[in-house]
């Protein structure tokens, strides 16, 4: 049973930092492409980046570049998102994905993953 289980999320103040964990079992992904996405209330799924097993390449959305980190453990299939400079409208439910996509322009796009975590919360008080 394929599983993506996100977890670190919480309130922080703005300015602050959190890192979220996103832990894959159930078959191996070193094939797979890893995305983090967010979804605020009201608002539609929107991408903030992702990573390959292969190769350690990173992708981030313009919003969040320079701010959040993408880093993998490839031995326990745990990708990290170390997100610095908190805003308050980085609030939002952060969802984890695998996909296989090969190119790197649909990465953001949400329909071509696979499988997806349950969302851990991340509240960025003003």
């Known amino acids: 049973q394929v599983q993506l289980v996100e977890s670190g999320g919480g309130l922080v103040q703005a300015g602050g930092s959190l890192r979220l964990s996103c832990a894959a079992s159930?078959?191996?992904?070193?094939?797979?492409?890893m995305g983090w996405f967010r979804q605020a209330p009201g608002q539609e799924r929107e991408f903030v980046g992702a990573?390959?097993?292969?190769?350690?390449?990173?992708y981030y959305a313009d919003s969040v570049k320079g701010r959040f980190t993408i880093s993998r453990d490839n031995a326990k299939q745990t990708v990290y998102l170390q997100m610095n400079s908190l805003k308050p409208e980085d609030t939002a439910v952060y969802y984890c994905a695998a996909g296989l996509i090969i190119a790197t322009s649909s990465l953001k796009f949400s329909s071509k993953y696979d499988y997806w975590g349950q969302g851990t919360q991340v509240t960025v008080s003003s």
């Open positions: 990573t390959r097993w292969r190769g350690g390449m990173t």
């Open positions: 159930g078959r191996t992904f070193s094939s797979y492409a």
